[in-house]
C-alpha cells in the first residue's frame, strides 16, 4: 500500500474533526450556538491531527525511526485505514439501532437485563409475577384456554409457578458485573449492538488471516471491500434495526462462532496445532451454545472434524485434544444444570413451555418437523422483496401471507415472517460454490499442491461444515425469520469472498477476457448485494424506523423528489 495513506488518513480525521467542530450546532452535536470546552477540545485535536500529517508528508519524516515506522510498517497501512473502515460500519450500526437518529438507545426490550438481575439475587427465575389468569389456567400453554396477561411476559418460559427464558444465560452473565459497576441496566439493544461490532472484527480477523495466508498476491483493497461485506450482510443490520431479546440471543451465539472458528484457524494452521488457540476455540463454542442451544449440532461438527485432522497428523493428539474438549464439556455440564435446574432435566431449555401465540407444550413434535423444509428452502434462498414507490424502495415480504394469497397451505403450526431469500437479496453470495469445486480450475492455483493446499482446503471445510449444519437446521422449524440467517451469514459470506479472491487471482495469472468479466460481474452483484441490505434492513421486519423517525423519511423523500 501507499507510503502516504497514514497521512493522508490523519489529514482527513483532522479536516472531519475540525469541521464537526466549527458546525457542531447546525449538526446537531452541540444544543448551543456558543463554542463551550468540548468544542474548544475537538479544534484542539483537530489541529494536532492536521500537524501530526503534515509532519508525516514532509521530508522531515523520513529522517526519525517513528516517523519512518509509521510511513512504511505494512502493520501500520493496513491497520489505519480498517480501524477508519471500523469506525464507518459501527457508525452505520449505531445508525440503525437508533432508527435514523445516532443518540435514542431505546425502544427496546430489557430481557437480558432481567435475567441479569436474577442471576445477581441468585436465583434462576426472573422477578415478574406471571399474573392471576397465568397462574389459574387450565392450561398456560393454550391461548385459548388462559385469560388475558401482561405483554412484558411474552414468549418467557412458565414452568411450575416461575418465569424463565428459553434463550441462553451467557449474554446476562456478561453484562452482570456491568449492570453493577455501571449503576445501569444494559438493555437489548446494547447487546445487539456491541455482539454485532465483535462479529464485525472477528470476520476481519479471519479475512486478514486468510489473505495473508492465502491470496497475498491480491490488493489490500479487496480486504477491505470483504470485511465491507461481511459487515453490511442483511441479516445483521436486519438485527441491528430491530434490536430485541431475539436478536440479541442470536447475535451473540454467531459472535461466539466466529470467534471459535478464528481460533480453530490459528490452531490447524500449525502441526502440532497450538494448545492454547484450540483450547479458545472450544470455549468460545461452548458459550455459542450456551447463547443459542440450536448451533450445538454445528459445534458437535466441527469438534469431529478438528478431531479427525488431530488424530490423523499428531503423535501425541490425546493431550492436544483435550485443550480442545476441556471447555467443550465443561460447558455442556453447566448447560446441562441449568437446565435441569429450571426445568427437572437436563436437555429441556424451555422452548415448549413458551407463552406465545402457539400450544408448544401439546405440539412439541411440530417444532422441528420435515414438512417445513421446502418451504423453509424457498423462503430463506428464493422469497423476493417487493419493490415500493418512496424509500427505501425495497420491503421484505411476509412468506405466510404470499402462501396465502397462492392458496397455499402452511403445515403444522408453520409461520414465517417478513423476509427476503439469500439468492434475491444477496446473489454474491452464489461465489460461495467456488471454494467447494474440487476441479484445480477452480481453485487457487498456488495452492493446487496436495501439501500445499490442505490448510486452505481445511479452512473451507470447517466454513462449509458450519454453514450448512446451521443452514440445514432452520430448514426444519416451525418459523421462518431474517434473524435466523445470523446464524450461517458470516460462514457463507466468508466462502463467498474465498470464491471471489480466487476469481481475482486467476485473473492475475491468466487475464482472459473472460476471467476479466466475470469478475466485474462479481463485483457487480457485491455492490448489490450492500445496497439491497441497507435498503431492506431500513424497512426490515416492523418498518421500525420509519414508525420511530417519520421526520427522517419526510426529508429522505424530500430530498429525492418523491
Given amino acids: 500500500m501507499s507510503k502516504k495513506i497514514v497521512p493522508l488518513l ?210 489490500a483493497l479487496h480486504v477491505f471491500i470483504a470485511i465491507t461485506l461481511t459487515g453490511l450482510s442483511l441479516p445483521i443490520l436486519w438485527g441491528l434495526s430491530v434490536p430485541y431479546v431475539y436478536e440479541a440471543a442470536i447475535g451473540a451465539s454467531q459472535f461466539f462462532m466466529i470467534a471459535g472458528l478464528y481460533f480453530a484457524f490459528g490452531a490447524i494452521e500449525n502441526n502440532p496445532p497450538q494448545n492454547k488457540k484450540l483450547f479458545l476455540a472450544g470455549l468460545f463454542w461452548a458459550c455459542a451454545v450456551s ?38 464439556i465443561v460447558g455442556a455440564m453447566l448447560i446441562a444444570w441449568y437446565n435441569w435446574a429450571r426445568f427437572d432435566f437436563p436437555l429441556e431449555f424451555g422452548l415448549r413451555y413458551q407463552i406465545t401465540t402457539f400450544n408448544l407444550n401439546e405440539k412439541v413434535n411440530l417444532i422441528f418437523h420435515s414438512d417445513y423444509f421446502f418451504l423453509n428452502l424457498y423462503a430463506y434462498l428464493l422469497q423476493p422483496f417487493a419493490l415500493i414507490p418512496k424509500f427505501p424502495f425495497l420491503q421484505p415480504v411476509v ?36 471454494p467447494l469445486r474440487a476441479k484445480k480450475g477452480f481453485a487457487p492455483a498456488h495452492l493446487s499442491a496436495p501439501e500445499a493446499g490442505q490448510p486452505y482446503r481445511r479452512v473451507v471445510a470447517l466454513l462449509t461444515c458450519s454453514c450448512l449444519t446451521s443452514f440445514i437446521t432452520l430448514l426444519f422449524y416451525f418459523t421462518a425469520q431474517e434473524r435466523f440467517l445470523v446464524d450461517t451469514i458470516s460462514q457463507i459470506t466468508l466462502l463467498a469472498i474465498l470464491g471471489y479472491w480466487t476469481m481475482i487471482s486467476r485473473v492475475q495469472q491468466s487475464p482472459s477476457a473472460r476471467l476479466r468479466i466475470s469478475v466485474s460481474l462479481a463485483q457487480a452483484l457485491l455492490i448489490f448485494t450492500i445496497c439491497a441490505s441497507l435498503l431492506l434492513a431500513v424497512s426490515s421486519e416492523t418498518d421500525r424506523m420509519q414508525t420511530l423517525n417519520p421526520a427522517l423519511f419526510e426529508n429522505i423523500n424530500t430530498l429525492l423528489g418523491r
Fill in 10 to 219: 490523519l489529514l482527513i480525521d483532522g479536516l472531519a474533526l475540525a469541521s464537526a467542530a466549527i458546525f457542531a450546532h447546525e449538526l446537531g452535536i452541540d444544543p448551543t450556538a456558543g463554542w463551550g470546552r468540548s468544542r474548544y477540545a475537538m479544534f484542539v485535536g483537530a489541529l494536532i491531527l492536521l500537524s501530526c500529517a503534515a509532519y508525516l508528508l514532509s521530508p522531515r519524516a523520513k529522517e526519525t525511526r517513528l516517523g519512518v515506522w509509521l510511513i512504511e510498517s505494512e502493520r501500520i497501512k493496513i491497520f489505519a485505514p480498517l480501524t477508519h473502515l471500523w469506525v464507518i460500519i459501527i457508525l452505520i450500526y449505531a445508525w440503525f439501532v437508533t432508527f435514523g437518529n445516532l443518540t435514542t438507545w431505546n425502544h427496546t426490550s430489557q430481557y437480558y437485563a432481567r435475567l441479569a438481575d436474577a442471576f445477581a439475587k441468585r436465583q434462576l427465575y426472573v422477578d415478574i409475577n406471571p399474573g392471576k389468569a397465568l397462574l389459574d389456567a387450565p392450561d398456560p400453554y393454550d391461548p385459548e384456554r388462559r385469560g388475558v396477561f401482561q405483554d412484558e411476559i411474552w414468549d418467557m418460559s412458565y414452568y411450575k409457578g416461575k418465569l424463565y427464558y428459553y434463550w441462553g444465560p451467557i449474554p446476562a452473565l456478561m453484562i452482570l458485573p456491568l449492570n453493577f459497576f455501571l449503576n445501569q441496566k444494559i438493555t437489548d439493544n446494547y447487546l445487539v449492538f456491541l455482539f454485532s461490532v465483535g462479529i464485525l472484527i472477528f470476520n476481519s480477523f479471519i479475512l486478514l488471516k486468510l489473505w495473508r495466508r492465502f491470496f497475498t498476491s491480491i490488493s
Fill in 291 to 328: 447463547a443459542r442451544a440450536i448451533n450445538a449440532l454445528p459445534v458437535i461438527l466441527l469438534t469431529l472434524f478438528i478431531s479427525y485432522w488431530i488424530l490423523k497428523d499428531s503423535p501425541r493428539s490425546a493431550r492436544i485434544l483435550s485443550n480442545l474438549y476441556l471447555p467443550l
Fill in 399 to 434: 412468506f405466510s401471507s404470499a402462501l396465502h394469497e397462492h392458496g397455499i397451505a402452511q403445515p403444522g403450526i408453520y409461520y414465517a415472517g417478513r423476509l427476503t431469500g439469500l439468492i434475491v437479496s444477496a446473489p454474491f453470495l452464489i461465489l460461495g460454490l467456488i
